[in-house]
């Protein structure tokens, strides 16, 4: 029987990445939908792993099995890092959608020299039941556009562009961005102690 872990999120594009990217580990990779638990999370935290660790431990403590969250964020240098930690609340609307958060992202962008110079970040934590805390980081440069291109992803990866690929995040065939991303980087980096954890191996 294959041993399970709770995926710490109520996003339904991260609860798809995830899972892309950790299929391979052959653990059962549940969310809360599977669960029917309703978790509502206050990200109080200072730091992305500070609220990756409130979480995944608010998570473990509603399923009583591992839990892995993510937090991440998208950081424009021209707006002094922002909108970083608020990347999910950035815009005046309630209950704003994505495309609202771009929207107000590339307003408050207008005028500011060119390139918009940016970066995602990520950090992912698994909470296990024995009280351990495994964190994980990574990080994905690139540069804001001020239009949108591209129908894949969710976010900002409409107008995150990558030089390299001559494309948005976007824009990217899933199976590379679930290589490349920040998200990836930083799930990739965790998937040794989740063999060990869950495999013995």
């Known amino acids: 029987m294959k041993q399970t872990l709770l995926i710490a999120t109520g996003n339904p594009g991260k609860v798809r990445e995830i899972k892309a990217i950790l299929s391979s580990i052959g653990v059962n990779l549940l969310s809360n939908k599977d669960l029917s638990l309703s978790i509502n999370v206050k990200e109080t935290g200072e730091t992305y792993a500070q609220n990756a660790k409130i979480k995944a431990s608010a998570y473990l403590l509603a399923s009583?099995?591992?839990?892995?969250?993510?937090?991440?964020?998208l950081e424009v240098d021209v707006l002094d890092g922002a909108p970083g930690l608020y990347s999910a609340r950035f815009s005046p609307k309630k209950d704003a959608s994505d495309a609202d958060r771009r929207a107000y992202l590339l307003e408050k962008l207008h005028g500011k020299p060119h390139p918009w110079i940016a970066h995602f970040h990520c950090t992912a934590v698994l909470a296990l039941p024995d009280g351990r805390i495994i964190q994980t980081t990574g990080r994905y440069d690139g540069q804001i556009i001020p239009e949108e291109r591209g129908s894949g992803g969710f976010g900002y990866d409409p107008i995150f562009y990558l030089p390299d690929y001559d494309a948005t995040m976007a824009e990217l065939p899933m199976t590379l961005k679930n290589e490349i991303s920040h998200r990836a980087r930083a799930l990739r980096a965790l998937i040794p102690s989740l063999y060990e954890i869950f495999n013995g191996n």
């Open 64 to 73: 009583g099995l591992p839990s892995l969250a993510d937090d991440s964020g």
